[in-house]
């Protein structure tokens, strides 16, 4: 029921039935589901196994990859996996989804033109925050065994690891000789929004859902063409991938 009321909410949201698109086509825009358990590793390969099977029945590409999912959990709990629940979802999910999608991102041909994100450029973006921590003082306890958890530190902690993260995939690729005019990685805080995490961790302080577009604007804005490696706020670049240390990414 959740997925179909989802279902339902993107259509009205992108207004498919009176679109221009819709009008002169044979056939609406289709939305595929999927659906998947991402706290644990074998959930978040169910869902890759998923995707590339939809893209190879109905000869699709992959051209975005949001990594938008996220918990706030008020207490603590462990996966199957025996991974702390908010790293789980937060930091293992995008790593295990982005790491087995790369091949299907990478099918987009490169030789079109990079002024346009919709013919030649895929994109992974990594939902981080602003409430991101400063810094990891305890690599050694990621998972909250030995420290006393806390909600708001598992939380900060994994939107900096979120956005370290997509600072290093996009070295990484870059570093391979694959080249930004083909893929880009970035993160961003996707601002102060009222979602079920943020009314449970912080209360209704935000701004309504269907107001919150930064996502949608660094997934398809060609304003962001060359920019990879980056952590967005307010639609600019708060920090570049140099900014979170190549020593302590390697750590993660």
Not at 69 to 89: Q, R
Not at 107 to 121: A, E, T
């Amino acid at each position: 029921e959740k997925i179909k009321k989802a279902v339902e909410e993107v259509k009205s949201f992108a207004n498919i039935s009176s679109s221009p698109l819709s009008s002169k086509s044979k056939s609406h825009p289709k939305i595929y589901t999927v659906q998947a358990d991402i706290s644990t590793v074998d959930g978040c390969y169910s869902l890759v196994r998923s995707v590339q099977s939809i893209l190879a029945r109905d000869d699709l590409r992959l051209d975005v990859l949001m990594n938008n999912a996220g918990v706030f959990e008020e207490d603590f709990i462990t996966t199957d996996d025996g991974l702390e629940l908010t790293f789980a979802v937060n930091v293992m999910a995008p790593f295990v989804i982005t790491s087995n999608l790369l091949p299907q991102l990478l099918l987009v041909p490169s030789s079109s033109s990079s002024s346009s994100s919709s013919v030649g450029q895929s994109r992974v973006v990594i939902a981080s925050s602003i409430s991101q921590c400063y810094s990891i003082d305890h690599w050694d306890d990621l998972q909250c065994e030995e420290r006393n958890y806390s909600a708001h530190r598992a939380y900060s902690e994994s939107k900096l690891l979120d956005a370290m993260l997509a600072a290093e995939i996009a070295t990484r690729l870059e570093d391979s000789g694959v080249d930004r005019s083909r893929i880009t990685c970035n993160s961003l805080d996707p601002g102060t929004v009222n979602t079920k995490m943020l009314l449970a961790g912080w209360g209704p302080c935000g701004i309504n859902v269907r107001d919150a577009l930064d996502q949608t604007w660094l997934c398809t804005s060609n304003d962001v063409d060359e920019i990879t490696g980056a952590y967005f706020n307010w639609r600019s670049v708060s920090k570049k991938a140099d900014k979170y240390s190549p020593s302590e990414r390697q750590k993660l």
